[in-house]
Structure formats: structure tokens, C-alpha cells
């Protein structure tokens, strides 16, 4: 009798969340470090190599550091980072939904690091990777870079499993759905008179750079109005489809709703326009109780805690507003934990298996 030939062993997946990350601890040595690793990306500071280490060099890291600590210590939690610790929410609430795939966290930048999440990968011989960039819209700077980096953290393994990244989920309707329940909550109770959707900013070059047809990108006023083959990669395009979506759904009028970009850094010039900018032009409108969501984040972070619910709401009522509140990004909502499962198990085309 002629033995059968043993099957080959199923294929071992994992599933790593990526953020952007986070310092250690809002002290001004920690975040230094952080600072150094995060603009040192050439897919962040995207200048010739000598111009990025004199900028960093000189001009932020004397003085940044120490601004940006202070500002950390404001939104701190007794568990740490707010995006860390709520980033491992996530991890743990998506981990109870796959059972026994391994959901995996690495930050960026920082810790927990991409090598360590390279060494558990290893240690559990996984075959197959599903990359979440926990980034809803599309950026060289953030999900371009996670992905390079986690591809760069195997270069010199001599096995290297398969990568599949999620997609941008902007137009997820489980993103979408969790965002405006967020955002219908809040606006019942704050009754607001106005609703902005700020979303973190970026280098005009950087949009431009991803329209291959290097003839769409801000060539009219309205080229992020309609998604077309030039704009399908385009961060700000994506952005206001955010929007378009988000506000069909929450039933807003034109009037009742704007669109800005918050968190630019340096004379570069940047995607506009621009919140703090608008923010004056609200006020200046009449408007007295804004109500501020941040579709392109999905955990709370500094961006949100500190510089919109603290720094904006304080520019705003100094021109002349009445208040500000803070949307919640999705976090550990439960139904932005269905909506994760369902990215990763799409993206992993049926091949995890069904827990419980």
C-alpha cells in the first residue's frame, strides 16, 4: 500500500495594527527620542537628506522637545499615552473577536516597536500578515510609511512572510457608521451651530506627488470635489469624500458644516484650508457652539485631546465663540471593533477562521 503524502500544514496568519505611535512619557528627553525617529522618515520630511538633518537638527530638536512634552502632560492618561493605550484596546477587543489569530500591535514610531512585532511574528512561525494602518485616509507620510517599514523590518530575514495591507477604509461603511453615531451622540447634546470636520494636514507636495497624472492635483479649485483615476491616492480628495459621506448620513445642510486641515508645520506650504485659520472665520460668522469631529483619526491622540479640544476651543472663544466639543474618535467603541473584523477579514479573503 502506497502511504499518502502528509498535507501540508495550514497557513499561519497574524494581524498587525499600526499607528502612528507615541513618546514614552511626556518628558522632554522621551519625546525627543520620539521627535528624532519620527522626522527622520524621509516619507515625513520629504527634503534632501543634509536639509532634513539640519532642520531637525537645529531648528526643531533645540526647541520642540520641550513645548511638545508640556503639551503631552495636559492629555496624559494614569496608563499612559492616550493613542497608546487606546490602540491597545483595540488589539485586545479584536484579538477576543479572532481568537486564536494573533493580533499584534507596533507603533511606527516608538514602542511597542515594529522590530518587536517583527520577533513575535518569528517566534510563532506565521506565514501570511494582514497590515492594518490604522490611518483612514490614504498618505505617503503615514500609511505609505508603515507599510515600507514593516516590508523593511523583514529585509534581512531569510524567510519573509506575505504582507496584505488593508486599504484605506474611508468609505467603510462600518468607519463610517461608528463615526456618525459618535457624532450624532455629541451633536444631541451639545446642540451645536456649526459642525467641522478637521483633519490632520500635509505638505502640498506630498498630495501632489501621489496624482500620476501630474496634471490633476490643485490644477482647479474643485479637482478634490469628484474621485477620478488622478485623485484615487489623493489624501485631501479622500478627505473631503470623508466629509461628503459623513454629513449625507448626519442629514447637514451645506451651511451647517466645513472642512479644514489642522497641524501644519513649518513655511512649506500646506493643504488648506486651514483650521485655525477657519476657526477665526467661524467666529467671525456668528457662530458660538462648534462642534469639532477628526475623521482621520481613529484613536484620540494629542492631535485631537490637546490641540483641538484644548488649544482650538481656547483660540475660538477668544475670537468670540462661545464653546467647543470634542467629537470622540472611534477607540474602543465596540462597533468600531465589528468594523475593524470586517477590514481584516475582507482583506484576508476568508482564510481566518470564525471564532467561538
Same mark, same amino acid.
Given at each position: 500500500? #502506497? ?32 521627535? @528624532? ?5 524621509? @516619507? ?8 532634513? /538633518? ?21 492629555? /496624559? ?55 492594518? &494602518? ?23 530575514? %531569510? ?18 457608521? #461608528? ?11 451639545? $446642540? ?36 477620478? &483615476? ?5 489624501? @485631501? ?5 470623508? #466629509?461628503? %459621506? ?16 489642522? +497641524? @501644519?508645520?513649518?513655511?512649506?506650504? /500646506? ?41 482650538? $476651543?481656547?483660540?475660538?472663544?477668544? $475670537? ?15 462597533? /468600531?471593533? +465589528? ?15 470564525? +471564532?467561538?
Amino acid at each position: 500500500m #502506497t502511504a499518502l503524502a502528509s498535507l501540508p500544514p495550514p497557513k499561519r496568519t497574524a494581524v498587525v495594527l499600526m499607528n502612528i505611535g507615541s513618546p514614552e512619557a511626556p518628558e522632554t528627553g522621551p519625546v525627543r527620542t520620539y521627535l @528624532r525617529e519620527f522626522l527622520s522618515d524621509p @516619507r515625513v520630511i520629504d527634503i534632501p537628506a543634509v536639509a532634513r /538633518w539640519l532642520l531637525l537638527n537645529l531648528v526643531i530638536l533645540p526647541t520642540r522637545p520641550s513645548k511638545s512634552a508640556a503639551a503631552y502632560r495636559k492629555v /496624559w492618561r494614569k496608563e499612559g499615552s492616550p493613542l497608546v493605550y487606546f490602540s491597545e484596546r483595540q488589539r485586545a477587543l479584536l484579538q477576543e473577536k479572532l481568537g486564536a489569530t494573533p493580533v499584534i500591535l507596533a507603533m511606527r514610531y516608538g514602542k511597542p516597536s515594529i522590530p518587536e512585532a517583527v520577533a513575535r511574528l518569528k517566534r510563532e512561525s506565521i506565514d501570511q500578515i494582514i497590515l492594518v &494602518p490604522l490611518y483612514p485616509q490614504y498618505s505617503s507620510a503615514a500609511t505609505g510609511s508603515s507599510i515600507e517599514a514593516l516590508n523593511a523590518a523583514f529585509a534581512q530575514e %531569510a524567510f519573509v512572510p506575505s504582507v496584505t495591507a488593508v486599504p484605506p477604509f474611508w468609505d467603510d461603511a462600518g468607519f463610517l457608521d #461608528t463615526f456618525v453615531a459618535h457624532i450624532a451622540e455629541a451633536k444631541a447634546a451639545f $446642540k451645536p451651530d456649526h459642525v467641522l470636520f478637521s483633519y490632520h494636514g500635509l505638505p502640498m507636495r506630498q498630495v501632489k506627488a501621489c496624482d500620476a497624472s501630474g496634471a490633476h492635483c490643485f490644477a482647479s479649485a474643485n479637482c478634490c470635489d469628484v474621485q477620478v &483615476p488622478a485623485n484615487h491616492a489623493c489624501y @485631501r480628495a479622500q478627505s473631503f469624500a470623508t #466629509t461628503r %459621506a459623513l454629513a449625507a448620513k448626519l442629514g447637514l445642510t451645506a451651511d451647517a458644516h466645513s472642512t479644514s486641515f489642522q +497641524s @501644519r508645520l513649518g513655511r512649506t506650504p /500646506w493643504i488648506q484650508p486651514f483650521t485655525d485659520v477657519h476657526l477665526d472665520e467661524l467666529a467671525a460668522k456668528g457662530v458660538k457652539r462648534l462642534l469639532i469631529a477628526c475623521p482621520s483619526f481613529v484613536t484620540d491622540c494629542l492631535e485631537t485631546l490637546e490641540e483641538i479640544s484644548i488649544r482650538a $476651543k481656547e483660540q475660538f472663544v477668544a $475670537k468670540g465663540g462661545e464653546d467647543v466639543q470634542l467629537v470622540p474618535c472611534l477607540n474602543d467603541d465596540p462597533r /468600531w471593533i +465589528s468594523a475593524l473584523e470586517g477590514l481584516v477579514r475582507r482583506a484576508a479573503g476568508g482564510t481566518l477562521p470564525v +471564532s467561538g
